[in-house]
Nanobody, 120 residues
Framework: QVQLVESGGGLVQAGGSLRLSCAAS????????MGWYRQAPGKQRELVAA??????NYADSVKGRFTISVDNAKNTVYLQMNSLQPEDTAVYYC???????????????WGQGTQVTVSS
C-alpha cells in the first residue's frame, strides 16, 4: 500500500514563508516524478511545481518565490514557499508518479492535501 503524507501547511502573514513536506511510503520500486499542485476555492487544481526526470517546472506565478526539492533517499518532496501572498491561499496537494514493487507499470498517487492560508 503506497501512501503520500503531507505536512507543513498553516496560517502565515503576507511576506512570510512556509515549507511543505510530502513523504511517500510503502513498497516503492522507483519514483520518476514528484510535485505539488494547489486548489483554491472555486478554482481548478493547478500545477505549482514538479520535479521530473527531465528537470523542474514551476508555475509562472511562483517562479522566484517557491523552490521544490527532493530527497530521493527518503522518498520525500519539499516545497519551500517564500514571499507568500494572499493569492497563494489554497489546499496544496502532493502528487507522485511511481512504480510499486508489485507492479511493472507506474501509477499516479495523490496526498490528502494541506491547507495554506496567507493573510493580508
Amino acid at each position: 500500500q503506497v501512501q503520500l503524507v503531507e505536512s507543513g501547511g498553516g496560517l502565515v502573514q503576507a511576506g512570510g514563508s512556509l515549507r511543505l513536506s510530502c513523504a511517500a511510503s510503502g513498497s516503492i520500486r522507483s519514483i520518476n516524478t514528484m510535485g505539488w499542485y494547489r486548489q483554491a476555492p472555486g478554482k481548478q487544481r493547478e500545477l505549482v511545481a514538479a520535479d521530473t526526470t527531465g528537470g523542474t517546472n514551476y508555475a509562472d506565478s511562483v517562479k522566484g518565490r517557491f523552490t521544490i526539492s527532493v530527497d530521493n533517499a527518503k522518498n520525500t518532496v519539499y516545497l519551500q514557499m517564500n514571499s507568500l501572498q494572499p493569492e497563494d491561499t489554497a489546499v496544496y496537494y502532493c502528487k507522485a508518479r511511481l512504480r510499486p514493487y508489485s507492479s511493472s507499470t507506474y501509477f499516479t498517487y495523490w496526498g490528502q492535501g494541506t491547507q495554506v492560508t496567507v493573510s493580508s
